[in-house]
Protein backbone atom coordinates (compact mmCIF):
# COMPACT_ATOMS: atom_id res chain seq x y z
CA UNK A 1 0.00 0.00 0.00
CA UNK A 2 2.93 2.38 0.61
CA UNK A 3 4.23 1.69 -2.69
CA UNK A 4 1.36 2.94 -4.66
CA UNK A 5 2.17 3.52 -8.37
CA UNK A 6 4.73 1.52 -8.70
CA UNK A 7 3.13 -0.83 -11.44
CA UNK A 8 3.68 1.54 -14.36
CA UNK A 9 6.69 4.21 -13.96
CA UNK A 10 7.33 6.05 -16.31
CA UNK A 11 10.79 5.30 -17.25
CA UNK A 12 9.57 1.96 -18.13
CA UNK A 13 11.33 1.50 -20.84
CA UNK A 14 8.43 -0.19 -22.39
CA UNK A 15 7.30 3.24 -22.14
CA UNK A 16 9.96 5.26 -23.41
CA UNK A 17 9.31 2.99 -26.20
CA UNK A 18 5.65 3.93 -27.02
CA UNK A 19 6.76 7.60 -26.41
CA UNK A 20 9.32 6.97 -29.26
CA UNK A 21 6.70 5.32 -31.72
CA UNK A 22 5.58 8.69 -32.28
CA UNK A 23 6.05 12.58 -32.22
CA UNK A 24 4.30 14.88 -30.30
CA UNK A 25 2.96 17.13 -33.08
CA UNK A 26 1.46 13.61 -34.60
CA UNK A 27 -0.10 12.77 -31.55
CA UNK A 28 -1.66 16.18 -31.08
CA UNK A 29 -2.90 16.46 -34.52
CA UNK A 30 -5.05 13.08 -33.33
CA UNK A 31 -8.88 14.54 -32.44
CA UNK A 32 -10.45 13.33 -29.22
CA UNK A 33 -12.76 10.02 -29.83
CA UNK A 34 -16.38 10.90 -29.20
CA UNK A 35 -18.18 8.43 -26.76
CA UNK A 36 -20.99 6.32 -28.63
CA UNK A 37 -24.49 6.95 -27.37
CA UNK A 38 -28.16 6.03 -27.76
CA UNK A 39 -30.20 8.09 -29.55
CA UNK A 40 -32.54 10.50 -27.81
CA UNK A 41 -35.58 9.48 -29.14
CA UNK A 42 -34.83 5.50 -28.16
CA UNK A 43 -33.14 6.10 -24.65
CA UNK A 44 -36.24 8.43 -23.11
CA UNK A 45 -38.14 5.07 -22.93
CA UNK A 46 -36.00 3.37 -21.16
CA UNK A 47 -33.63 2.91 -18.65
CA UNK A 48 -30.55 1.26 -20.61
CA UNK A 49 -27.15 3.28 -19.88
CA UNK A 50 -26.94 6.40 -22.29
CA UNK A 51 -23.47 6.73 -22.83
CA UNK A 52 -22.29 2.85 -24.59
CA UNK A 53 -18.36 3.03 -23.80
CA UNK A 54 -15.77 2.80 -26.18
CA UNK A 55 -14.31 0.34 -28.98
CA UNK A 56 -11.16 -1.10 -28.05
CA UNK A 57 -9.90 0.79 -31.08
CA UNK A 58 -11.49 3.88 -30.24
CA UNK A 59 -9.50 3.55 -26.64
CA UNK A 60 -6.81 2.90 -28.00
CA UNK A 61 -6.32 5.30 -30.31
CA UNK A 62 -7.55 7.98 -27.53
CA UNK A 63 -4.54 6.83 -25.61
CA UNK A 64 -2.42 7.54 -27.70
CA UNK A 65 -3.13 11.02 -27.97
CA UNK A 66 -1.72 10.91 -24.11
CA UNK A 67 2.02 12.70 -24.28
CA UNK A 68 2.99 11.03 -21.07
CA UNK A 69 4.21 14.27 -19.75
CA UNK A 70 6.97 14.14 -17.18
CA UNK A 71 5.16 16.21 -14.95
CA UNK A 72 1.59 14.79 -15.35
CA UNK A 73 -0.55 18.05 -14.07
CA UNK A 74 -4.01 15.69 -14.51
CA UNK A 75 -2.72 13.49 -11.68
CA UNK A 76 -3.11 17.08 -9.69
CA UNK A 77 -6.57 17.30 -10.66
CA UNK A 78 -7.57 13.97 -9.34
CA UNK A 79 -8.85 13.73 -5.64
CA UNK A 80 -7.90 10.35 -5.31
CA UNK A 81 -4.55 10.55 -6.87
CA UNK A 82 -4.67 8.16 -9.90
CA UNK A 83 -1.87 7.25 -11.83
CA UNK A 84 -3.28 8.63 -14.72
CA UNK A 85 -0.52 8.50 -17.19
CA UNK A 86 0.35 4.98 -16.17
CA UNK A 87 -3.09 3.44 -16.89
CA UNK A 88 -3.60 5.09 -19.77
CA UNK A 89 -0.52 4.26 -21.60
CA UNK A 90 -1.30 0.81 -20.46
CA UNK A 91 -4.17 1.09 -22.48
CA UNK A 92 -2.04 2.27 -25.91
CA UNK A 93 0.12 -1.25 -25.44
CA UNK A 94 -3.27 -3.18 -25.65
CA UNK A 95 -2.31 -4.24 -21.85
CA UNK A 96 -6.33 -3.32 -20.44
CA UNK A 97 -6.05 -5.92 -17.47
CA UNK A 98 -2.80 -3.76 -15.69
CA UNK A 99 -4.23 -0.55 -17.12
CA UNK A 100 -7.72 -1.96 -14.38
CA UNK A 101 -4.39 -3.15 -12.16
CA UNK A 102 -2.93 0.67 -12.23
CA UNK A 103 -6.28 1.92 -11.87
CA UNK A 104 -6.95 0.19 -8.34
CA UNK A 105 -3.82 0.71 -7.06
CA UNK A 106 -5.68 3.92 -5.56
CA UNK A 107 -9.36 3.97 -7.10
CA UNK A 108 -12.01 1.37 -5.41
CA UNK A 109 -14.57 2.00 -7.60
CA UNK A 110 -12.95 3.18 -11.21
CA UNK A 111 -16.29 1.84 -13.31
CA UNK A 112 -18.02 4.55 -11.15
CA UNK A 113 -15.73 7.05 -11.06
CA UNK A 114 -15.58 7.02 -15.46
CA UNK A 115 -19.48 7.53 -15.45
CA UNK A 116 -19.99 9.73 -13.11
CA UNK A 117 -17.02 11.94 -12.37
CA UNK A 118 -16.85 15.25 -13.54
CA UNK A 119 -13.18 14.91 -14.74
CA UNK A 120 -13.73 18.34 -17.11
CA UNK A 121 -13.53 20.05 -13.41
CA UNK A 122 -10.80 18.19 -12.23
CA UNK A 123 -8.05 15.95 -14.21
CA UNK A 124 -8.99 16.95 -18.12
CA UNK A 125 -8.90 20.23 -16.64
CA UNK A 126 -5.24 20.04 -16.29
CA UNK A 127 -4.52 18.41 -19.14
CA UNK A 128 -1.53 20.05 -21.36
CA UNK A 129 -4.18 20.15 -24.54
CA UNK A 130 -5.98 22.65 -23.45
CA UNK A 131 -2.72 25.00 -23.45
CA UNK A 132 -2.67 24.39 -26.98
CA UNK A 133 -6.03 25.39 -27.19
CA UNK A 134 -7.10 20.93 -28.42
CA UNK A 135 -9.91 19.37 -26.38
CA UNK A 136 -7.78 17.25 -23.76
CA UNK A 137 -7.32 13.50 -23.47
CA UNK A 138 -10.85 11.66 -22.55
CA UNK A 139 -9.03 10.71 -19.39
CA UNK A 140 -12.80 9.33 -17.56
CA UNK A 141 -13.65 7.67 -21.21
CA UNK A 142 -10.51 6.04 -21.24
CA UNK A 143 -10.69 4.89 -16.86
CA UNK A 144 -14.15 3.36 -17.96
CA UNK A 145 -12.95 1.82 -20.79
CA UNK A 146 -10.13 -0.06 -18.36
CA UNK A 147 -12.40 -1.21 -15.37
CA UNK A 148 -15.58 -2.36 -17.94
CA UNK A 149 -12.56 -3.99 -19.56
CA UNK A 150 -11.56 -6.12 -16.76
CA UNK A 151 -14.85 -6.65 -15.13
CA UNK A 152 -16.22 -7.95 -19.12
CA UNK A 153 -13.50 -10.02 -19.55
CA UNK A 154 -14.24 -12.36 -16.24
CA UNK A 155 -10.43 -12.38 -15.14
CA UNK A 156 -9.65 -11.14 -11.47
CA UNK A 157 -6.72 -9.04 -10.31
CA UNK A 158 -4.95 -10.41 -7.89
CA UNK A 159 -5.26 -7.65 -4.59
CA UNK A 160 -2.34 -6.76 -3.18
CA UNK A 161 -3.20 -7.22 0.32
CA UNK A 162 -0.92 -6.79 3.96
CA UNK A 163 -1.47 -9.75 6.16
CA UNK A 164 -3.96 -9.24 8.83
CA UNK A 165 -3.22 -7.03 11.83
CA UNK A 166 -5.51 -7.91 14.13
CA UNK A 167 -7.07 -4.69 14.08
CA UNK A 168 -10.82 -4.07 13.40
CA UNK A 169 -12.86 -0.96 12.35
CA UNK A 170 -16.08 0.17 11.15
CA UNK A 171 -17.47 2.22 9.14
CA UNK A 172 -20.72 3.74 8.76
CA UNK A 173 -22.77 4.06 5.64
CA UNK A 174 -22.11 2.39 2.32
CA UNK A 175 -21.47 5.18 0.01
CA UNK A 176 -18.48 6.29 -2.40
CA UNK A 177 -16.36 7.71 0.67
CA UNK A 178 -17.51 4.61 3.16
CA UNK A 179 -16.19 2.15 -0.05
CA UNK A 180 -13.22 4.07 -0.54
CA UNK A 181 -11.97 3.82 3.13
CA UNK A 182 -12.97 0.09 3.48
CA UNK A 183 -11.25 -0.72 0.14
CA UNK A 184 -7.67 0.87 1.61
CA UNK A 185 -8.26 0.22 5.00
CA UNK A 186 -8.80 -3.80 4.12
CA UNK A 187 -5.49 -3.74 2.20
CA UNK A 188 -3.91 -2.76 5.08
CA UNK A 189 -4.84 -5.65 6.74
CA UNK A 190 -7.77 -4.54 8.87
CA UNK A 191 -10.59 -6.12 9.37
CA UNK A 192 -13.41 -4.28 7.65
CA UNK A 193 -17.22 -4.30 8.41
CA UNK A 194 -19.51 -1.69 6.81
CA UNK A 195 -22.95 -0.70 8.65
CA UNK A 196 -25.55 0.27 5.96
CA UNK A 197 -28.81 1.82 6.97
CA UNK A 198 -30.56 0.74 3.42
CA UNK A 199 -31.40 -2.71 2.08
CA UNK A 200 -28.52 -2.36 -0.63
CA UNK A 201 -24.82 -1.58 -0.39
CA UNK A 202 -23.71 1.82 -2.35
CA UNK A 203 -25.87 4.44 -0.91
CA UNK A 204 -26.05 7.56 -3.34
CA UNK A 205 -24.67 5.12 -5.82
CA UNK A 206 -27.62 3.53 -6.00
CA UNK A 207 -30.73 5.36 -4.36
CA UNK A 208 -29.27 8.86 -6.30
CA UNK A 209 -27.63 8.32 -9.82
CA UNK A 210 -30.23 6.35 -12.35
CA UNK A 211 -29.17 3.59 -13.89
CA UNK A 212 -29.00 5.56 -17.21
CA UNK A 213 -25.98 7.25 -16.13
CA UNK A 214 -24.79 4.32 -13.76
CA UNK A 215 -26.49 0.62 -13.72
CA UNK A 216 -26.60 -1.32 -10.61
CA UNK A 217 -25.00 -3.61 -11.78
CA UNK A 218 -21.70 -1.38 -12.35
CA UNK A 219 -21.89 -1.25 -8.78
CA UNK A 220 -22.34 -4.35 -7.37
CA UNK A 221 -19.37 -5.61 -9.39
CA UNK A 222 -17.08 -2.94 -7.32
CA UNK A 223 -18.80 -3.96 -4.35
CA UNK A 224 -18.03 -7.67 -5.15
CA UNK A 225 -14.79 -6.81 -5.34
CA UNK A 226 -14.63 -5.42 -1.94
CA UNK A 227 -16.28 -8.43 -0.48
CA UNK A 228 -13.87 -10.77 -2.66
CA UNK A 229 -10.87 -8.58 -0.54
CA UNK A 230 -13.11 -9.48 2.99
CA UNK A 231 -14.77 -6.28 3.61
CA UNK A 232 -18.03 -7.51 5.29
CA UNK A 233 -21.47 -5.15 5.20
CA UNK A 234 -24.07 -5.32 7.02
CA UNK A 235 -27.63 -4.16 5.48
CA UNK A 236 -30.92 -2.56 7.11
CA UNK A 237 -28.70 -1.29 10.00
CA UNK A 238 -29.73 2.41 11.56
CA UNK A 239 -26.34 2.93 13.62
CA UNK A 240 -27.58 4.44 16.67
CA UNK A 241 -30.54 2.30 16.32
CA UNK A 242 -30.19 -0.81 15.11
CA UNK A 243 -27.05 -0.95 16.86
CA UNK A 244 -25.83 1.34 19.29
CA UNK A 245 -23.10 3.68 19.97
CA UNK A 246 -21.58 1.19 22.66
CA UNK A 247 -21.35 -1.37 20.24
CA UNK A 248 -19.86 0.52 17.69
CA UNK A 249 -17.27 2.88 19.66
CA UNK A 250 -16.80 1.36 22.85
CA UNK A 251 -16.62 -1.93 21.35
CA UNK A 252 -14.15 -3.97 19.55
CA UNK A 253 -13.25 -1.36 16.47
CA UNK A 254 -9.93 0.41 17.25
CA UNK A 255 -11.49 3.11 14.95
CA UNK A 256 -14.70 4.11 13.39
CA UNK A 257 -15.28 6.05 9.99
CA UNK A 258 -18.58 8.24 9.52
CA UNK A 259 -19.25 8.18 5.73
CA UNK A 260 -23.25 8.66 6.16
CA UNK A 261 -24.16 11.41 3.51
CA UNK A 262 -26.41 14.27 3.53
CA UNK A 263 -29.53 12.92 3.04
CA UNK A 264 -31.60 15.77 4.54
CA UNK A 265 -33.26 17.14 1.77
CA UNK A 266 -33.69 21.50 1.57
CA UNK A 267 -36.45 23.05 0.58
CA UNK A 268 -37.12 26.87 -0.41
CA UNK A 269 -40.03 27.80 2.18
CA UNK A 270 -42.00 29.46 -0.61
CA UNK A 271 -45.85 29.62 -0.39
CA UNK A 272 -47.99 26.21 -1.02
CA UNK A 273 -44.48 24.21 -0.37
CA UNK A 274 -46.56 21.56 1.01
CA UNK A 275 -48.81 20.67 -1.39
CA UNK A 276 -49.26 17.34 -2.79
CA UNK A 277 -47.11 16.07 -5.54
CA UNK A 278 -43.99 18.38 -4.47
CA UNK A 279 -41.44 16.50 -3.18
CA UNK A 280 -37.78 16.34 -2.95
CA UNK A 281 -35.05 15.05 -5.53
CA UNK A 282 -33.77 12.53 -2.93
CA UNK A 283 -37.44 11.18 -2.62
CA UNK A 284 -38.00 10.92 -6.20
CA UNK A 285 -34.92 9.34 -6.92
CA UNK A 286 -34.85 6.71 -3.91
CA UNK A 287 -39.02 5.10 -4.81
CA UNK A 288 -37.36 5.21 -8.51
CA UNK A 289 -33.77 3.91 -8.32
CA UNK A 290 -33.98 2.11 -5.09
CA UNK A 291 -37.11 0.62 -4.61
CA UNK A 292 -38.23 0.41 -8.10
CA UNK A 293 -41.25 2.69 -8.38
CA UNK A 294 -42.87 3.06 -12.22
CA UNK A 295 -41.36 -0.78 -13.10
CA UNK A 296 -43.97 -3.28 -13.58
CA UNK A 297 -44.86 -5.05 -10.69
CA UNK A 298 -43.65 -2.59 -8.62
CA UNK A 299 -45.21 -1.75 -5.52
CA UNK A 300 -43.81 1.75 -4.61
CA UNK A 301 -45.93 4.45 -5.55
CA UNK A 302 -44.44 7.99 -6.84
CA UNK A 303 -46.22 11.24 -8.20
CA UNK A 304 -46.49 10.91 -12.04
CA UNK A 305 -47.66 13.80 -14.34
CA UNK A 306 -47.63 15.24 -17.73
CA UNK A 307 -45.78 18.61 -16.61
CA UNK A 308 -42.95 17.89 -14.12
CA UNK A 309 -40.63 20.89 -13.28
CA UNK A 310 -37.64 20.72 -11.37
CA UNK A 311 -35.80 23.36 -9.22
CA UNK A 312 -32.06 23.28 -9.49
CA UNK A 313 -29.10 23.14 -11.85
CA UNK A 314 -26.94 20.32 -10.41
CA UNK A 315 -26.28 17.17 -11.43
CA UNK A 316 -28.76 16.00 -9.12
CA UNK A 317 -31.48 17.62 -10.63
CA UNK A 318 -30.53 16.76 -14.21
CA UNK A 319 -30.70 13.12 -13.20
CA UNK A 320 -34.22 13.93 -12.16
CA UNK A 321 -35.50 15.98 -14.68
CA UNK A 322 -34.15 12.97 -16.95
CA UNK A 323 -35.77 10.72 -15.12
CA UNK A 324 -38.78 12.53 -15.48
CA UNK A 325 -38.77 12.11 -19.15
CA UNK A 326 -38.64 8.22 -18.90
CA UNK A 327 -41.48 8.55 -16.67
CA UNK A 328 -43.59 9.69 -19.02
CA UNK A 329 -43.92 13.49 -18.60
CA UNK A 330 -44.85 15.62 -21.92
CA UNK A 331 -43.01 18.43 -20.57
CA UNK A 332 -40.19 18.25 -18.07
CA UNK A 333 -38.54 21.53 -16.93
CA UNK A 334 -35.57 22.73 -15.55
CA UNK A 335 -36.19 25.75 -13.13
CA UNK A 336 -33.22 27.77 -12.27
CA UNK A 337 -32.55 30.82 -10.61
CA UNK A 338 -29.01 31.65 -12.31
CA UNK A 339 -28.16 31.20 -16.05
CA UNK A 340 -26.98 28.09 -18.35
CA UNK A 341 -23.63 29.22 -17.98
CA UNK A 342 -23.91 29.00 -14.10
CA UNK A 343 -25.20 25.66 -13.58
CA UNK A 344 -23.05 23.36 -11.33
CA UNK A 345 -24.18 20.48 -13.41
CA UNK A 346 -21.81 18.82 -15.63
CA UNK A 347 -22.45 19.77 -19.42
CA UNK A 348 -22.61 16.22 -20.70
CA UNK A 349 -25.50 16.14 -18.30
CA UNK A 350 -27.27 19.34 -19.42
CA UNK A 351 -26.50 17.99 -23.44
CA UNK A 352 -28.13 14.93 -22.49
CA UNK A 353 -31.07 16.33 -20.94
CA UNK A 354 -31.70 18.71 -23.85
CA UNK A 355 -31.44 15.85 -26.66
CA UNK A 356 -34.01 14.40 -24.27
CA UNK A 357 -36.66 17.21 -24.48
CA UNK A 358 -36.20 18.84 -21.37
CA UNK A 359 -37.11 22.77 -21.46
CA UNK A 360 -34.58 25.23 -19.54
CA UNK A 361 -36.31 27.77 -17.56
CA UNK A 362 -33.36 30.07 -16.52
CA UNK A 363 -33.25 32.96 -14.99
CA UNK A 364 -36.23 32.27 -13.06
CA UNK A 365 -37.57 31.32 -9.19
CA UNK A 366 -40.50 30.12 -7.65
CA UNK A 367 -41.63 31.94 -5.61
CA UNK A 368 -45.35 30.47 -4.93
CA UNK A 369 -47.00 27.33 -5.53
CA UNK A 370 -50.70 27.62 -6.08
CA UNK A 371 -53.24 23.94 -5.23
CA UNK A 372 -56.55 22.65 -6.52
CA UNK A 373 -59.64 21.98 -4.69
CA UNK A 374 -57.94 18.80 -4.15
CA UNK A 375 -54.58 19.88 -2.39
CA UNK A 376 -52.57 19.19 -5.19
CA UNK A 377 -50.33 21.56 -6.91
CA UNK A 378 -51.32 23.03 -10.42
CA UNK A 379 -49.49 26.02 -11.10
CA UNK A 380 -45.99 27.70 -10.47
CA UNK A 381 -45.48 31.04 -10.22
CA UNK A 382 -41.94 32.17 -11.21
CA UNK A 383 -40.34 35.34 -10.52
CA UNK A 384 -37.97 36.08 -13.66
CA UNK A 385 -34.32 37.27 -12.66
CA UNK A 386 -31.27 39.00 -13.89
CA UNK A 387 -28.26 38.49 -12.90
CA UNK A 388 -26.15 41.29 -10.77
CA UNK A 389 -22.41 40.97 -9.22
CA UNK A 390 -20.71 37.74 -8.26
CA UNK A 391 -21.53 36.08 -5.17
CA UNK A 392 -18.58 34.83 -2.76
CA UNK A 393 -19.01 31.47 -4.76
CA UNK A 394 -17.97 33.67 -8.06
CA UNK A 395 -20.76 33.26 -9.82
CA UNK A 396 -23.18 35.79 -10.73
CA UNK A 397 -25.93 36.59 -7.80
CA UNK A 398 -29.76 36.32 -9.15
CA UNK A 399 -31.29 39.35 -8.44
CA UNK A 400 -35.98 39.77 -9.31
CA UNK A 401 -37.10 41.63 -12.38
CA UNK A 402 -39.72 44.10 -10.45
CA UNK A 403 -43.09 43.09 -11.85
CA UNK A 404 -41.80 39.80 -13.96
CA UNK A 405 -43.76 37.29 -12.80
CA UNK A 406 -45.12 33.89 -14.36
CA UNK A 407 -47.35 31.19 -14.16
CA UNK A 408 -46.99 27.75 -15.36
CA UNK A 409 -49.12 24.81 -14.95
CA UNK A 410 -47.31 21.60 -13.46
CA UNK A 411 -48.86 18.60 -12.14
CA UNK A 412 -45.19 17.50 -10.11
CA UNK A 413 -42.51 19.69 -8.30
CA UNK A 414 -39.35 17.85 -7.59
CA UNK A 415 -37.15 20.44 -5.55
CA UNK A 416 -33.23 19.96 -5.92
CA UNK A 417 -31.88 22.84 -4.09
CA UNK A 418 -28.95 21.02 -2.00
CA UNK A 419 -28.80 18.74 0.82
CA UNK A 420 -27.97 18.70 4.62
CA UNK A 421 -25.84 15.76 6.83
CA UNK A 422 -27.84 12.90 8.35
CA UNK A 423 -28.74 14.67 11.55
CA UNK A 424 -29.20 11.41 13.36
CA UNK A 425 -25.30 10.76 13.58
CA UNK A 426 -24.42 13.59 15.93
CA UNK A 427 -27.47 12.77 18.10
CA UNK A 428 -25.94 9.22 18.47
CA UNK A 429 -22.48 9.82 19.71
CA UNK A 430 -22.26 12.13 22.51
CA UNK A 431 -20.12 14.89 22.38
CA UNK A 432 -19.41 14.73 18.53
CA UNK A 433 -18.85 18.68 17.49
CA UNK A 434 -20.45 19.43 14.56
CA UNK A 435 -20.57 22.91 12.36
CA UNK A 436 -23.29 25.29 12.05
CA UNK A 437 -24.21 23.62 8.44
CA UNK A 438 -24.69 20.43 10.62
CA UNK A 439 -21.86 18.60 9.31
CA UNK A 440 -19.24 16.93 11.65
CA UNK A 441 -16.20 19.17 12.59
CA UNK A 442 -12.54 17.20 11.21
CA UNK A 443 -9.42 18.51 11.60
CA UNK A 444 -6.72 17.92 8.75
CA UNK A 445 -6.58 14.07 9.28
CA UNK A 446 -10.39 13.85 9.33
CA UNK A 447 -10.54 12.99 12.93
CA UNK A 448 -13.37 14.35 14.98
CA UNK A 449 -13.81 15.78 18.27
CA UNK A 450 -14.21 12.06 19.21
CA UNK A 451 -10.48 10.27 19.11
CA UNK A 452 -11.30 7.47 17.42
CA UNK A 453 -14.05 8.77 14.69
CA UNK A 454 -13.18 10.31 11.81
CA UNK A 455 -15.49 11.50 9.08
CA UNK A 456 -15.97 12.15 5.36
CA UNK A 457 -17.95 12.69 2.25
CA UNK A 458 -21.06 14.45 2.62
CA UNK A 459 -21.48 14.49 6.35
CA UNK A 460 -18.53 16.19 6.74
CA UNK A 461 -18.25 18.86 3.31
CA UNK A 462 -21.95 18.88 2.74
CA UNK A 463 -23.13 17.92 -0.53
CA UNK A 464 -20.59 17.43 -3.20
CA UNK A 465 -19.20 14.77 -5.91
CA UNK A 466 -18.61 11.07 -5.54
CA UNK A 467 -14.68 11.85 -6.35
CA UNK A 468 -14.53 14.29 -3.58
CA UNK A 469 -16.27 12.12 -1.63
CA UNK A 470 -13.66 9.35 -1.84
CA UNK A 471 -11.17 11.05 -1.85
CA UNK A 472 -12.27 12.02 2.04
CA UNK A 473 -12.46 7.92 2.27
CA UNK A 474 -8.52 7.93 0.96
CA UNK A 475 -7.18 10.28 3.26
CA UNK A 476 -9.37 9.23 6.56
CA UNK A 477 -7.89 5.56 5.70
CA UNK A 478 -4.36 7.39 5.90
CA UNK A 479 -4.48 9.02 8.90
CA UNK A 480 -6.28 6.47 10.66
CA UNK A 481 -4.16 3.69 9.84
CA UNK A 482 -1.41 6.30 10.44
CA UNK A 483 -2.56 6.83 13.93
CA UNK A 484 -3.55 3.42 14.84
CA UNK A 485 0.24 2.19 13.95
CA UNK A 486 1.35 4.61 16.48
Not at 187 to 209: F, M, N, P, Q, S
Not at 231 to 244: A, E, H, N, P, W
Request: hydrophobic share 40%; charged share 25%.
Amino acid sequence: MENENTSAPRDAQWRQELRDQMSAKERTAIPRVKMPELPADYRVRCNEEVNQGLSAEQAVLEATRCLDCPDPQCMTGCPVSINIPGFIKNIQRGDFQQAATVLKETSALPAVCGRVCPQERQCESKCIYLKMKKEPVAIGYLERFAADAQRLSGVKAAPQKLAPNGKRVAVVGSGPAGLSFAGDMIKRGYDVTVYEALHEIGGVLKYGIPEFRLPNSVVEAEIDTLRELGVKFVKDCVVGKTISRAEILDGEFAGVFVASGAGLPRFMGIPGENLINILSSNEYLTRINLMGAGRPGAMTPVAQGKRIAVIGGGNTAMDSVRTARRMGAERAMIVYRRGEAEMPARAEEVKHAKEEGVEFLTLCNPIEYVGDERGHVKVMRVQRMQLGEPDASGRRSPEPIPGAIDEIEVDVVVVSVGVSPNPLIPETFDGLEVTNRGTIAIDANHCSSLPRLYAGGDIARGGATVILAMGDGRAAAASMHQKLSE
